[in-house]
């Protein structure tokens, strides 16, 4: 995964390695060495120990034990997207279901930000203007509120480093997102998280070169950006 917006120029090196390392990992996560106890989450087992993971596009079905759990924390979700000359449509990422999750995507056009509540409160957040076509970063920030679980926080979308949409998420999940829903990048392949799109044919119609999770101060970047140094980093440290 290639993160670095347009102005300062992507490292076509350091993107060729990454998907190298996303087809060696096929479907699956690369391998990790630790297994930890998240109290967070209700004393769920987590697989990953470390503030980041960096996740391919096909990846998909991902329990969510196996991926690095955002809630009731800030966090950030980075993608390096390539959007096809018609436009940018479907998903980028989604982790859960219709019952609970959050979903980074895009809907005519625009990137937009969906976190589903329990099944019953939805919550978007939408950039203004459509992704042009070619390559891209884009990015979600959440900064949590604190003062305890399943509280809110604000979202901000960005692409290449820039500020396209802003909003607030009043709650969230404090828990598990679903039993048997998982996370996918590039698709959305159970029960769609968000009403903007049905439970098929909603794989993103362009490229998702690889996406990066990151909890706590891991998520904050400064330009909000991750360059392409960081994201090698990442991704040999998890071989």
Known sequence: MALQHAEIGHETGALTALQDLGEHAGRGLLRHEHLVLDQPAAGRPVLIKSKTQLLFGGMGRLSENSVVNIKNKSHAVTAEIEVPPSGAQGVIIAQGANIGGWSLYANKGK??????????NHYFVEAADPLPAGEHQVRME????????GKGGQVTLFVDGKKVGEGS????????FSADDGCDVGADSGAPVSP???????????????VQLAIADAAES???LVSPEDAMRIAMARQ
């Not at 903007?196 to 690889?210: L, T």
Request: aromatic share 14%; glycine share 16%; charged share 15%.
């Open 111 to 120: 990137l937009k930000y969906c976190y589903n509540v329990a099944g019953v």
């Open 142 to 149: 959440f900064a949590y509120a604190g003062g305890g679980l």
């Open 169 to 176: 998420v009043p709650m969230t999940q404090a828990m598990v």
């Open 196 to 210: 903007d799109y049905g439970p098929k044919d909603n794989a993103f119609n362009g490229r998702v070169k690889g």
């Open 222 to 224: 400064v330009d909000h």
